[in-house]
């Protein structure tokens, strides 16, 4: 959870300073989520698997947690900025409301991992 606690400050300063671009910070949120995600798993003492993918990482969460459903909507919403936000290509370009969404996202699934976890 440190790391992910890393991508949140970097992320809030590119959004505060505007010292950075929209899609990195978009970026950094998938991270911060992903991580808190992971974290998540292991708290639970399941398998930590070798996925971007917020959505698949919800799942291996599903049954022993149903309510991993509540941070569906963020999860797809943070999904995309992994590739999106990396790889040249036929992708949008991000803006400054996608990267205040995408912490909004992010923020949302920080706060339910760390109420799960008591952290």
């Not at 991508?7 to 300063?13: C, F, G, K, T, V």
């Not at 991270?31 to 971007?52: C, G, P, T």
Request: proline share 3%; glycine share 6%.
């Amino acid at each position: 959870m440190k790391k992910s606690h890393e991508d949140e400050l970097s992320a809030q300063s590119i959004l505060k300073h505007r010292d950075g671009t929209p899609s990195v910070a978009c970026f950094l949120c998938q991270q911060m989520a992903e991580k808190y995600l992971k974290a998540l798993l292991i708290f639970l003492d399941l398998e930590l698997v070798k996925s971007h993918d917020l959505i698949k990482l919800g799942s291996l969460l599903k049954e022993k947690m149903p309510e991993i459903k509540e941070i569906g909507n963020e999860s797809a919403k943070l999904n995309r900025f992994y590739i999106e936000a990396r790889y040249v290509g036929d992708y949008p370009d991000f803006n400054w409301q996608d990267a205040e969404e995408a912490f909004g996202a992010a923020k949302k699934i920080r706060d339910f991992v760390l109420k799960k976890t008591g952290g």
